[in-house]
């Protein structure tokens, strides 16, 4: 029978963890979400000998037990309860070679729960180019444990690590340090009030308040009221704690490690003088964001091209194939078209991630939240803000879920609020047909006027979410801890494995997450956009028969007449004609409104609600154009799409919350309905009083 | 003379000398930003912040109004 045991790997973020999660785990793995909160949890299999299976847990990274942030405070949730499915029967300390020293205090930690932990030392191949040596026995013996000394680049020593894991039971539970001759007396008196809990536990769960806030800690409630020290105190302890621990640390490494400085070749402070120097290294950011940009717009137009015809035609042969009825419909017209809405973004979404996780796994992403961060500051957010803003020319939703390192719960809220405004992939059907409508096409400087406009928007957008940022910062009294301390890692090679496996696994959560939502809204579309009440949908045939009976109009035509007939009828043609007095002051037609209404789900669907309304069967650019350019304005006279109406319409997309996925995303990150809903009320008012104002002031 | 962190030019290095204050928070020295140190400021943001350092081999940036409550003697 195969027997299963929780293995847990904990250590400091940038030690090459997801590595050797990697090397243990390969395609095995699978990402949720902690129940309750949005902290990612990554989990898989590893099978070690005689049939007996691991089951791994990457927790986050973190440099200690005392928690400081959602990520980090996760780990210790699950190291203090015992009762937690997947509490550790072995804990695996990762370390890096280099920073041996500060992984360390966290394995004292760890050894104090007397919890099993086995050492990693990680990146064993660049000891001999730096100069460090290792006495592994004599470290074996001062921590009472087992290291494997591994290298997951060179991929060495990771069966090493396996048979360690296996043996588990032969590691010793024993603490490997005394810190509480910290204050004697406190911690007798903590161990006589709590004869049956371990102290070290004990002392964890009271300092979690002081760093962290409330935390949920079923066993032990009664500690919250032995308070005999204030938070300052404490604070003071558990400073004393982390020098005492370093302390027992050195004198570990005094025998067990030995540098040469004189062997260290140091390409990383090459590097940072260029990548962090104040005018180059913005340059070079500069550089990179355009490659990017690059290869977001350009690189996926083909596959993306490919994929919408592919659904396309898929959604024709369904209809030429499937018996008639609602039910082949719902699948032509709702389910496919809108799963082909969700599968289109996978390359824009798949090139993003790739370039963020080659940035991330290389180093570079550090060097840019430290050039970013006092510009950032200004305006309530963090340098590792930037991350996120730029995600979002992609797509807001992975951009908020990259939030989720910004330690300070107040810059974090703010980057999820301000993230939508960047101009997202999905706002660029919407601008490029109303720009070639409205804006001549003449020059300014060489520039083109519709490519300045684009521009322009692009510009409004990333200047909106930064200004809104600042008022965010002024209005919100949210108390949160606003510190930042980014380490610098070392560059390094991203290794292919860890690149493709992020971009698969993001990719995938985001097609599932947002899938479910935009599919539920595209059915529901489907269905109030094909039924109606009454006789004017019910007879539509009929009526546009007997109403055109003397125009000898061809087939095809006829029936765009009756299907625009049933749409102007149907539910959602009902609901565009209510909001026509709220929607004319802005310049709009019923029409429009609905294409406004049922863009709401997602911005791109504006273009193909309105090659419905204008009758057109297919999404041709020029013929909607064509059509679009042809309406007239019923109130005003004139086209209704001219300049005033035109500019109006894209300030409206430009700030308007229209992106169901993201509402729902934000919920999830914020953990409340509440944020949400601001968002899309302020949004939306915003954009209404924009468009309003605009319209008014060029009709 | 008594020098804070904030204190230090592109290249100079100090001994961390003093870090109690509460105003520090408990991750910094975790991370090895103890008295006793030696500390390298390696690189400054425009504007003088963050500041990039390296302290006892372990390379951070933290903002100017962190580095203002930790002393150092400058070597």
């Known amino acids: 029978m195969s027997k299963q045991i929780n293995v847990a790997l904990i250590g400091n973020p940038n030690t090459g963890k997801t590595s050797v999660f990697n090397a243990l785990t390969g395609l095995n793995q699978k990402v949720g979400n902690y129940p309750g909160i949005t902290v990612e949890k990554k989990q898989g299999i590893c099978k070690l000998n005689r049939g007996v299976k691991a ?16 990520d980090e405070n996760v780990v210790i949730e699950l190291l203090l309860n015992k009762n937690d499915k997947d509490f550790p029967d072995i804990a695996v300390v990762v370390s890096d070679v280099e920073n041996l020293k500060r992984n360390l205090l966290l394995f004292t930690q760890i050894k104090d729960l ?13 000891m001999k180019y730096k100069g460090i040596s290792l006495d592994i026995e004599h470290l074996e013996v001062q921590l009472n444990t087992k290291i494997a000394l591994i290298s997951t680049r060179k991929n060495e020593g990771i069966d090493y690590l396996k048979q360690l894991i296996s043996n588990y039971k032969d590691i010793s539970k024993n603490a490997c340090s005394n810190v509480f001759d910290i204050d004697k007396d406190y911690f007798n008196s903590l161990q006589q009030a709590f004869p049956n809990q371990l102290l070290y536990k004990l002392w964890l769960v009271i300092t979690q308040d002081v760093n962290f806030g409330k935390t949920d800690r079923n066993e032990i409630d009664a500690i919250a009221d032995f308070k005999t020290k204030s938070k300052a105190d404490l604070k003071r ?6 020098i005492k621990r370093y302390q027992f640390i050195n004198n570990v490494l005094k025998k067990g490690l030995t540098i040469d400085t004189s062997k260290a070749k140091d390409l990383r402070s090459k590097l940072d003088r260029v990548l962090t120097h ?41 209809k030429n194939h499937l018996p008639q009825g609602a039910f082949t419909d719902l699948i032509a017209e709702g389910i496919i078209p809108g799963l082909g809405g969700i599968v289109i973004f996978i390359p824009q979404i798949a090139f993003l991630f790739l370039f ?12 840019v939240v430290f050039l970013m961060d006092n510009i950032m500051k200004r305006f309530g957010l963090s340098g590792k803000s930037v991350v996120p803003l730029i995600s979002g020319t992609a797509c807001a939703i992975p951009a908020i879920m990259a939030t989720r390192n910004i330690e300070s ?32 096409e003449g020059r300014f400087f060489g520039l083109g006027y519709q490519a300045l406009t684009l521009m322009l928007l692009y510009l409004i957008g990333f200047g909106t979410a930064v200004t809104s940022a600042y008022f965010l910062n002024k209005i919100l009294k949210i108390k949160s801890k606003t510190f930042f301390v980014v380490e610098m890692p070392n560059y390094k090679l991203p290794l292919f494995k860890n690149v493709a496996l992020t971009v698969i696994e993001k990719t995938k959560s985001f097609v599932f997450g947002a899938g479910k939502i935009i599919l539920a809204i595209s059915i529901i579309l489907w269905f109030l956009a094909s039924y109606g009440p009454g006789e004017n949908f019910n007879n539509a045939e009929n009526i546009i028969k007997t109403e055109y009976a003397s125009n000898h109009l061809s087939e095809e035509h006829l029936e765009e007449k009756i299907a625009s007939y049933k749409l102007e009828h149907s539910f959602i043609g009902i609901a565009g004609r209510t909001i026509e007095p709220i929607i004319s002051p802005l310049g709009y037609d019923w029409k429009i409104g609905i294409a406004i209404v049922s863009s709401f789900a997602a911005r791109e669907v504006f273009v193909g609600t309105l090659a419905t309304i204008y009758s057109v069967g297919s999404d041709d650019e020029a013929t909607i154009k064509n059509r679009m350019a042809a309406e007239v304005n019923p109130i005003l006279g004139g086209p209704l799409f001219n300049f005033a109406s035109g500019i109006s319409l894209l300030l409206f997309y430009a700030f308007a919350m229209q992106c169901m996925s993201t509402l729902a995303i934000v919920k999830r990150e914020t953990n409340s309905w509440k944020w949400p809903m601001w968002q899309l009320a302020i949004m939306s008012t915003f954009a209404y009083i924009v468009a309003f104002i605009a ?5 | 003379m008594q020098n804070t962190l904030a204190h230090l030019k592109r290249g100079e290095r100090g001994v961390i000398t003093d870090v109690s204050s509460i105003h520090i928070p408990l991750k910094l020295l975790e991370m090895g930003c103890l008295p006793g140190n030696l500390v390298k400021l390696v690189q400054l943001a ?8 390296n302290i006892n081999g372990t390379h951070l940036a933290i903002r100017k109004e962190t580095a203002i409550h930790i002393l150092i003697n400058k070597i």
Not at chain 1, 114 to 126: E, F, G, S, W, Y
């Open chain 1, 55 to 70: 089951h791994i847990i990457d927790l986050p990274g973190t440099y200690s037990l005392n928690a400081s942030s959602l």
């Open chain 1, 278 to 318: 104040k005018i180059w290294g913005y340059v070079i950011f500069f550089f990179i964001l355009l490659i990017i940009f690059q290869a977001i717009y350009d690189w996926s137009s083909v596959p993306m091209d490919f994929i919408d015809n592919t659904f396309a035609s898929l959604s024709e042969w369904t």
């Open chain 2, 46 to 53: 425009p504007f003088k912040d963050p500041m990039y350092l």
């Open chain 1, 409 to 440: 719960w107040k810059e974090r809220l703010i980057t999820i609020l301000v993230t939508p405004f960047t101009t997202c992939a999905a706002r660029l059907p919407v601008y490029l047909i109303i720009i070639s409508l409205v804006i001549p």
């Open chain 1, 237 to 242: 302890l558990q400073q004393k704690e982390t």
């Open chain 1, 114 to 126: 007397q919890i099993p932990t086995i050492l990693v030392i990680n990146m064993a191949d660049r």
């Open chain 1, 356 to 367: 963020i996780s080659i940035l991330e796994e290389s180093g570079y992403m550090s060097r």
């Open chain 1, 695 to 699: 319209f008014q002031l060029l009709k």
